[in-house]
Nanobody, 120 residues
């Protein structure tokens, strides 16, 4: 059974940092890409970052390039999103999800989400 559990969200002032964690089980990074998505109130869910071992690619949305970093710890079965220089527009519920092989594939499983709120 695939399980994805996010943690690490909270309230932070603009310019601050947070590190989100996603504990994973039930699949291998050899077979699935893993990404971070976010959904702000009244807006569509968007992919902000993704990492695929199948093609060795890492992706970031233009809005977060240079500020966010995705990483995977195979020993701990966890994926992280380091978020620096946070802006109020980063406020959203953040989810981790997996895709078959590639970041462009549709998400097959989701975590429960963790709230990130950035105050101005």
């Amino acid at each position: 059974e695939v399980q994805l559990v996010e943690s690490g969200g909270g309230l932070v002032q603009a310019g601050g940092s947070l590190r989100l964690s996603c504990a994973v089980s039930g699949f291998s990074f050899d077979d699935y890409a893993i990404g971070w998505f976010r959904q702000a109130p009244g807006k569509a869910r968007e992919q902000v970052s993704c990492k695929s071992d199948s093609d060795g690619s890492t992706h970031y949305a233009d809005s977060v390039k240079g500020r966010f970093t995705i990483s995977v710890d195979n020993t701990k079965n966890a994926v992280y999103l380091q978020m620096n220089g946070l802006k109020p527009e980063d406020t959203a519920v953040y989810y981790c999800a997996i895709m078959k092989f590639y970041c462009s594939a549709y998400p097959r499983s989701w975590g429960q989400g963790t709230q990130v709120t950035v105050s101005s």
